[in-house]
């Protein structure tokens, strides 16, 4: 029985993107990444090929999508910035089955608007939010304020000026956003307190990983108590040293239960597959969803496997247990086929 179970797993490509424009260092951290889950898979003895992308999935082309699955660990063709909607659609084309997020999902996540829409259309516990054009500040009434563009990722274009507390601040900082992203801005309540990431795993029973909290105590300044694109990216930034993480959490039974509601209800607005990160602050003690994100990432040191790690789960186990999810898909292909034969 186990053998039939573990069959769809048997063969991975592990595929990835590598932009030559990126910085020699971002390059030589991407390969040191894949070589990393490639000797993990192996670990667990599976047999993986790291396929390397640019424009296309030509370099598919030598791969039956009925014998092989698709770890996707991709952000994008090259030159193309947020597409990787755009390889979820072709791999789809090309007939594969593969981990994360579909094309349909990561594409409405990639407007923090339509993900507003989704999670308060569903439910899901998040502060009120709008898409603003700079000549529409009098339309806010809730200060302090947080200025998201509304197009970007990875909290992209966020700095401490994100945090605005009169509506001059907000229009300054709207007008920055359309003029640099050609983009809305969303607005939303500034939600000053404990912060939480929390991964889900599972598709018909999702289940979360214990949370993961960022420690901004350091910081008296409210400008500074966001998780901007400098503290994610830069080593040399203040809050790359000044923010700690804090994993598991340290939440009472009460406020994991909130935590475990929230995560899930906004998993299944977006309808997340596999596994995803939802970005959860406490507002008067009520969770509240800041962003979904559909395929986070997997370096070794980011929460979905410092999360995993916390649950028992190692590195190898963890992408383990993400191929069996999506490998379920292919097991119900191949079933399918076989009944329709049959008749």
Known sequence: MAEKKYEALERVVVLYNLDTDW??????NALRLVDYMVASLEGMNLRATPVQIQEDLEPLS??????????????GFAGQPWSDASVARELEQRGFVYTGADARTLKKSQN???VKKALLSAGAPTPPGQAMHHRQVKEWM???AMVKPANQHCSYGISRASVVESSAELARQILRIEEEFDSPALV??????????VGVWGNRKPEVLPPVELDYSRYSDMHDRIYTFESKFNPDSDGWTGIKWFCPAEVDEKLFGLLEDAAIAAYRAMRCRDYARM???LWNGAPMVLDVNPNPDLDPESVIPMAAQSAGFDYGRMV????????ARLRLRRS???????K
């Open 112 to 114: 923090k608007h339509i």
């Open 279 to 281: 970005d959860i602050r």
């Open 23 to 28: 910085p020699k260092a971002d390059q030589t």
């Open 62 to 75: 030598n791969y039956d999508p009925d014998k092989w699955i698709v770890f996707n660990w991709c952000e």
């Open 320 to 327: 383990h247990r993400i191929l069996e999810l999506a490998a």
């Open 188 to 197: 939303e309540p500034f939600i000053d307190g404990r912060e939480f990431h």
């Open 142 to 144: 809730y200060y302090p």
């Open 336 to 342: 399918r086929r076989v009944k329709k034969a049959v």
